[in-house]
Nanobody, 127 residues
Framework: QVQLVESGGGSVQAGGSLTLSCAVS????????MGWFRQAPGKEREAVAN?????????YADAVKGRFTISRDAAKKNTLYLQMTSLKPEDTAMYYC???????????????????WGQGTQVTVSS
């Protein structure tokens, strides 16, 4: 059974930084696609970034490009991070990590179909 557990959310002032973690377990393939999404109240869920664990390619939405970085723990291969800097109030949302054994279109565009999802972690940025 695949499980994803996010952590690291919290409250921060604009301009601050947070790092979200996602621990993935139960994926049977050695490589997979990992994604981060967010959903603000009253808005649709949007793709933030995704990462191909085989080629280490990453994709970022325009809204976060240059401020957010997705990475994989070198030692704990099944732990991925979303480092968020220069946070803005509009980054306030529930953030979800997702994973899928299929690496189709991973790391190259705003892929939205993932088989497995975490429970979400709240990020609040105050002005």
């Amino acid at each position: 059974q695949v499980q994803l557990v996010e952590s690291g959310g919290g409250s921060v002032q604009a301009g601050g930084s947070l790092t979200l973690s996602c621990a993935v377990s139960g994926v049977t393939t050695g490589s997979y696609c990992m994604g981060w999404f967010r959903q603000a109240p009253g808005k649709e869920r949007e793709a933030v970034a995704n990462f191909d664990t085989h080629y280490a390619n990453s994709y970022y939405a325009d809204a976060v490009k240059g401020r957010f970085t997705i990475s994989r723990d070198a030692a704990k291969k099944n732990t991925l991070y979303l480092q968020m800097t220069s946070l803005k109030p509009e980054d306030t949302a529930m953030y979800y990590c997702a994973a899928d054994e299929s690496r189709w279109a991973c790391g190259v565009g705003p892929r939205r179909d993932f088989a497995y999802w975490g429970q979400g972690t709240q990020v609040t940025v105050s002005s």
